[in-house]
């Protein structure tokens, strides 16, 4: 059974920082692209962050570059989010996910996407809350 499970969220102060971590069962997960994905209350799903199988290419979106880094940790079978600089704004349940990039295809290894209907795998989310 394929799982992913996210960890570290929390409540932090505007400003502070929260680093989250989406660990993978039953699959290694430096043969899949990771995207990060949040959603508010009343709001869609939308990208914040991927990273390529082969940890060569990372995006972000507009409000988060700068402060956010994603990044991989092949050992531990884990990616992290390291958010800081948090905002009230960035107050939502964010979700790992993961897509399949086998070593047979090196094309897609070196990329990774932010579309939420690319991805096959998802944690089921870890509540972030950004609050004086």
């Known amino acids: 059974q394929l799982q992913l499970v996210e960890s570290g969220g929390g409540l932090v102060q505007p400003g502070g920082s929260l680093r989250l971590s989406c660990a993978a069962s039953g699959f290694t997960l430096d043969d899949y692209a990771i995207g990060w994905f949040r959603q508010a209350p009343g709001k869609a799903r939308e990208g914040v962050s991927c990273?390529?199988?082969?940890?060569?290419?990372?995006h972000y979106a507009d409000s988060e570059k700068g402060r956010f880094t994603v990044s991989r940790d092949n050992a531990a079978n884990t990616v992290y989010l390291q958010m800081n600089t948090l905002k009230p704004e960035d107050t939502a349940v964010y979700y790992c996910a993961a897509v399949f990039h086998p070593p047979a295809s090196p094309l897609y290894r070196s990329t990774c996407t932010m579309l939420l209907g690319e991805y096959d795998y998802w944690g089921r989310g870890t509540q972030v809350t950004v609050s004086s």
């Open positions: 990273i390529a199988s082969d940890g060569g290419r990372t």
